[in-house]
């Protein structure tokens, strides 16, 4: 089953491909020249087209990572994960003397003795 947040980025993919075709094809393809330009409008239609086809890119990308990345779990679940890994630490509790050679241990390192 799909997620919202997939569904979005889905539509969010096609959108921005679709409109990428449709602009590249509208540009190079379809429609002519109406001022009978040819340097200048290439100079100002090869950047714009650079600078959408690229924004276009970076929609498609984000309409793909939303389409492919699972869900996050829900809030209630993740408040009751917590709340069980707490009560099982209250239980596996130790005493206070054990715990503490296991401190003094970890805190200092051993020595290389001298030969």
Do not use: H
Not at 25 to 38: Q, V
Not at 78 to 94: H, L, M, Q
């Amino acid at each position: 089953m799909v997620s919202k947040d997939q569904a979005i980025g889905g539509v969010i993919l096609v959108v921005c491909v679709i409109i990428g075709i449709l602009y590249t094809l509208g540009l190079f393809y379809l429609g002519g020249n109406p001022f009978n330009w040819t340097i200048p409008f290439w100079l100002v239609a090869l950047p714009v087209f650079i600078a959408f086809i690229a924004i276009m890119g970076i929609g498609a990308w984000i309409g793909w990572t939303m389409a492919t990345t699972p869900p996050p779990k829900p809030i209630e679940e993740i408040t009751s994960e917590i709340g069980e890994k707490k009560e099982a630490e209250k239980t596996e509790e130790k005493p206070a003397e054990e715990a503490a050679p296991e401190t003094e241990e970890l805190k200092k390192p051993e020595r290389k003795r001298k030969t």
